[in-house]
């Protein structure tokens, strides 16, 4: 099942920590997610974090910015989360099978 705004597309920004290999290392990497959004809540902006923290290969060249996403191009935990997320805000970090993340939505557009 799909949002309901799925017939939209979402700018969002993304900072993301690979899963870690093993327990110690998956813990550790919650961590440093737990860390970022207290940073964002003590009103550090994403594009920075991103820049410094990401561990996804675009961040050093686009600060985390992923541009639009649409409905169906993402796991669905992922969209999920752009969907759910306000504009203007970024969400809770979350886990995927690949990693934990935290987005922020710039933008919305039909």
Same mark, same amino acid.
């Given at each position: 099942?799909?949002?309901?705004?799925?017939?939209?597309?979402?700018?969002?920004? +993304?900072?993301?920590?690979?899963?870690?290999?093993?327990?110690?290392?998956?813990?550790?990497?919650?961590?440093?997610?737990?860390?970022?959004?207290?940073?964002?809540? +003590?009103?550090?902006?994403?594009?920075?974090?991103?820049?410094?923290?990401?561990?996804?290969?675009?961040?050093?060249?686009?600060?985390?910015?992923?541009?639009?996403?649409?409905?169906?191009?993402?796991?669905?935990?992922?969209?999920?989360?752009?969907?759910?997320?306000?504009?203007?805000?970024?969400?809770?970090?979350?886990?995927?099978?690949?990693?934990?993340?935290?987005?922020?939505? +710039?933008?919305?557009?039909?």
């Amino acid at each position: 099942m799909r949002h309901t705004n799925a017939c939209k597309n979402r700018d969002v920004t +993304n900072i993301y920590l690979r899963l870690g290999n093993d327990e110690a290392s998956k813990i550790r990497q919650k961590q440093k997610a737990d860390s970022l959004y207290q940073c964002l809540l +003590n009103g550090e902006k994403i594009e920075d974090l991103a820049y410094k923290h990401s561990e996804d290969i675009y961040a050093k060249e686009k600060k985390g910015n992923l541009g639009f996403i649409k409905a169906g191009t993402f796991p669905y935990i992922f969209e999920k989360t752009a969907y759910d997320t306000p504009i203007g805000k970024f969400s809770k970090p979350f886990q995927s099978k690949v990693g934990w993340h935290i987005l922020q939505v +710039n933008a919305e557009r039909d």
